[in-house]
């Protein structure tokens, strides 16, 4: 009996775990629900709904192979144990993860397990990420032929005599309640028609609309919840941008520049997994240790508060927090704003800020995630502090100011002009302070404090050689990921954009 181990690989197609398993035996197919798992602080309600209607999806289609998904509910090496008992365990599949700490932790106690129990564990690459990798030299060839491959088929499967078991709601898993009313619906087939109609006709202008939040709700491919959870595989997303790009060649400049555009980025979301990867403790402590301590390990509640609600006198930051909370998307130019303004204008640590994100966040990666948080809280000591001005990229991303009206109705009386800077109104005394928040924090002060404060570590002491260090580490080679999408840098920044 070989037990394939379903994780964040919730698909049957292009799952190497699956189909070699096949190869060797009868397969019973496992997803656990692990409780702890659910309850640790970048976990959430939106995340497991998701995550539920996503393995309904993939029970489906292992039935159509021939045996549908077994979901068990409890600690991992507990389920496996009863598993060996029974006799149904001689060998365990799954697909190298790349998740945060708890399942970093859960992974080595599952492998010690199996190694106690005389159980072969096989774990096999998923996408671009590189387990034990000695040097980033080379990583970027080596993913185009990762990614170039053949996708896997599914196998057939044979029918075993084993109960289903139910899949628990989010009451069942104690998760708080976290009402995402236009939160992306999960599992493949949504996952695939977002990527056919991004492919065919929502992709056209994906460069140059991706930077507003209004126009990147519809312009960006929005499958990155479908990658994070596994319902697609990045192989067959990317294979599916090539296809593209060969067949629109000849049918305009704006299609060839969108779709090299969204294959960079491809190339960028297993380039920040691969940091995580490297150094799981980017969770946790600065990827700099100069920084280490630089803000408050308690942050502000009251302020941290106030910018998760979308309640910081800034209509347009604060349009893009509850545009957030109500969707689990942000296109990511406003993501960076966001954690940036926690960060510098707030001068909260970016532990805090973050794990509400990651609450936030549908498309929640941790690799991704923890490596952008610290890029926008100039912690990583090899990026230019991006300080974002609120009220700049307001003027710029929603110069209409459609996107903040939706989600700031409180500013009905506030003129256009005045929309971004309410206080600057003739009648400001009428809605500030009274229908909404008036601002709190000065942004152009708080700007310089947090430059200032931000600058004044580089100077110290042995700050340049730990960070030509990182670089070293973490670093892209320019050389070897040549121009995959990428705008060309303005300044010195590295920083780069996954609007997904």
Known sequence: ?????????????????LHCAARRGTVLPLYVVEPELWRQPDHSARHWEFVAETLAGLRQDLAQLGQPLIIRVGDMTDVLNRLLQLGCLDALWAHEETGNNWTFQRDKKVIAWCRSANVPFHQLQNHGVVRGLASRNGWADNWDRIMSRELTPPPALCPLNIAPGPIPDASDLGLLPDPCPERQVGGRLAGVERLSSFLSHRGETYQRAMSAPLAGAHACSRVSPYLTWGALSMREVYQACERRRAEIRSKGSSWGRSMRSFSGRLHW???????????PEIEFTEFHPLYAGLRP????????????????????????????????????????MVMSTASYHLWLDWRRPGQQLARFFTDYEPGIHWS???????????????????????IDQDPTGVFTRRWVPELVKIPDQFLHEPWKADNAAEVLGKLYPEPIFDHVVAAREARDKIWGVRKEAGFQSRARAIQNKHGSRKSGIKNRGQRKPKGPSNQLELPF
């Open 297 to 336: 390990e308690q942050p502000d509640q009251t302020r941290l508060d106030a910018w998760a609600n979308g309640e910081t006198g800034y209509p347009f930051l604060d349009a893009c927090m509850r545009s957030l909370r109500a969707t689990g998307w942000l296109n990511f130019r406003m993501r960076a």
């Open 372 to 394: 952008q948080v610290q890029m926008q809280s100039g912690t990583t000591g090899i990026n230019v502090a991006r300080i974002y001005n609120p009220v700049k990229q307001g």
């Open 269 to 279: 979301h297993c380039h920040f997994i691969q940091k995580l990867e490297d150094e």
């Open 1 to 17: 009996m070989q037990v394939v181990w379903f994780k964040r690989d919730l698909r049957v197609q292009d799952h190497a775990a």
